[in-house]
């Protein structure tokens, strides 16, 4: 059983390696945000990790999230939706979540705007790239992102923030390129400024190309329950 001065030793060993891959990199040693990515753990590690310092944490699934907001308090964490977005799920997302990911369709985005309450402030969203050009990913094609951030200017509920990848293993160069298609991009929309890209296995490799924001999971929470 995970007690709670292991959960606060993982956050404090992830923490150091992003703070040396930044210094690394010649940055600041507090410029990535790490997002805990909960995926199927059990609420009692989120608490831990949360009463430890975790400030953010990613969910997969609406219905886990769902189920570890009702357990630890929407309150207690700024909350970003990572996985596939299902037509069905915004109206759920659009009201419990701060960040949302994984945006790459125009039906979702409008979705997601049209059901954000007005008594929130607008949903903070980045464009899923497929980076890999993978047929089974989800994602936007690189070379249509630019036309997809033009579309996003019509929603005033959502705010553009920048991009998100899970590229393929051996795509070892992804957030280089990934890190030149957002600046190209920041002309034209001054809020991009964030760069979701990087995990457990390789978030050292992806802070040095550029990654502002990394999903911790195995390294942060240990192996998902099957």
Not at 16 to 41: E, F, P, S, W, Y
Not at 117 to 127: E, N, Y
Not at 179 to 198: E, F
């Amino acid at each position: 059983m995970t007690t709670a001065s292991d959960a606060a030793k993982r956050l404090q060993a992830v923490q150091a390696r992003i703070a040396a891959a930044a210094l690394q990199a010649g940055r600041a040693a507090d410029a990535v945000t790490l997002v805990g990515a909960a995926k199927a753990q059990p609420a009692a590690l989120l608490r831990q990790a949360l009463d430890a310092g975790l400030r953010h944490i990613g969910e997969n699934y609406l219905d886990d999230a769902i189920a570890h907001q009702g357990a630890v308090g929407r309150e207690q964490a700024c909350w970003h939706f990572i996985g596939p977005i299902q037509s069905n799920k915004t109206r759920e997302i659009a009201q419990r979540f701060d960040w949302v990911q994984s945006l790459d369709r125009d039906k979702i985005a409008r979705r997601l705007n049209d059901q954000r309450p007005d008594d929130l402030p607008p949903l903070k969203v980045l464009v899923q790239v497929n980076i890999s050009t993978e047929a089974s990913k989800a994602g936007v094609a690189p070379d249509e992102v630019a036309d997809f951030c033009t579309q996003l200017a019509d929603y005033p509920r959502l705010t553009l923030r920048g991009l998100m990848a899970i590229p393929a293993r051996e795509h070892t160069d992804a957030a280089r390129q990934l890190s030149t298609l957002l600046q190209t991009l920041h002309s034209d929309y001054a809020t991009l400024d964030t760069l979701s890209i990087g995990m457990s296995g390789d978030l050292e490799q992806a802070i040095a190309q550029g990654s502002t924001m990394v999903r911790i999971g195995t390294d942060l929470f240990g192996p998902r329950p099957q």
